[in-house]
C-alpha cells in the first residue's frame, strides 16, 4: 500500500496563478483533510471531507475550494494565488470519527508551495 | 473552541530523557495525540491517550495526562539523535477534528 500520496511535491507560482494540489489515499477511508503548515503555527485545516461526494470548511478555507469525486482522492485547489498561501500542505485520511473510537489521521509527505 | 498550546524548542543531550510538554484548553477532549514529524516528511502518529487514562507507556514513550489542569507530557527516555524531529501535541473529541499545536522542535545534542 502506498498510504496517502500527494502531487506535487513542490511547486512555485506568481501571484495570481491557479494550481490544484491533488492528494490519493489507498486505504479505503471515507474522511480526508487539508491542512497546512507554517512556523510556529502547527498545522490548521484548511477543508475536510467525511465521504465521497462531500467537503467541509476547516479552520482557514478563504481562498481555496476542493473537490470529493472520488473516495480515494480529495483535490485542492488555489484559483488565484497569494503569496499568504506560500506554505506546507499536508493531505490526511482516517476512518469515520462517528464510531467514537480513537482513531490515527495519516498523513502524506506534504507540498511545498511558494506564491512569488 | 480548543486550544493547544506547546513550547517551540527543547534541547537535550544524547542519553538523557526529553520531557515535551502540552496544554490544551477544552476539558471535554477525549483523546489526546502525539505526532512526529521528521524533516521533510509527514507526520506519524507516535502515541496516543484516552481522558480516563493517567498514564500510557510503551517502550521509549511515557505520555502523562493531568486533567486536572489540562495537561499532556511525552517523555523520551534514553533520547538519541534519531529523535530529532518536531512533535504535535492535539486533541481531539468524539466525531470532531483534530486540533494541532505549534509543534516542538526537539534537538538531540551528542
Known amino acids: 500500500n502506498a498510504g496517502v500520496t500527494q502531487t506535487p511535491k513542490f511547486r512555485v507560482l506568481k501571484t495570481g496563478q491557479s494550481m490544484t494540489l491533488l492528494c490519493a489515499q489507498d486505504?479505503?477511508?471515507?474522511?480526508m483533510y487539508w491542512y497546512r503548515q507554517d512556523p510556529g503555527m502547527g498545522l490548521r485545516l484548511i477543508h475536510y471531507?467525511?465521504?465521497?461526494?462531500?467537503?467541509a470548511k476547516g479552520e482557514v478555507p478563504d481562498g481555496y475550494n476542493v473537490s470529493r469525486l472520488k473516495k480515494q482522492n480529495f483535490l485542492l485547489g488555489l484559483e488565484s494565488a497569494a503569496p499568504s498561501q506560500t506554505s506546507v500542505y499536508f493531505c490526511?485520511?482516517?476512518?469515520?470519527?462517528?464510531?467514537?473510537?480513537?482513531?490515527?489521521?495519516?498523513f502524506g509527505p506534504g507540498t511545498r508551495l511558494t506564491v512569488l | 473552541g480548543e486550544d493547544v498550546e506547546q513550547s517551540l524548542f527543547l534541547s537535550v543531550r544524547e542519553g538523557d530523557s526529553s520531557v515535551i510538554n502540552c496544554t490544551y484548553t477544552d476539558s471535554s477532549s477525549t483523546y489526546l495525540y502525539w505526532y512526529k514529524q521528521e524533516p521533510g516528511a509527514g507526520l506519524q502518529l507516535l502515541t496516543y491517550?484516552?481522558?480516563?487514562?493517567d498514564m500510557k507507556q510503551d517502550q521509549r514513550l511515557t505520555v502523562l495526562l493531568n486533567k486536572k489542569d489540562k495537561h499532556l507530557s511525552l517523555r523520551i527516555a534514553d533520547t538519541q539523535t534519531g529523535d530529532s524531529a518536531i512533535y504535535f501535541c492535539?486533541?481531539?473529541?468524539?466525531?470532531?477534528?483534530?486540533?494541532f499545536g505549534p509543534g516542538t522542535r526537539l534537538s538531540v545534542l551528542p
Open positions: 490526511a485520511s482516517s476512518y469515520s470519527t462517528a464510531s467514537g473510537g480513537a482513531y490515527e489521521q495519516f
Open positions: 486505504m479505503n477511508h471515507e474522511y
Open positions: 491517550i484516552f481522558s480516563n487514562m
Open positions: 492535539a486533541a481531539r473529541n468524539y466525531g470532531q477534528n483534530f486540533v
Open positions: 471531507s467525511v465521504g465521497e461526494g462531500t467537503t
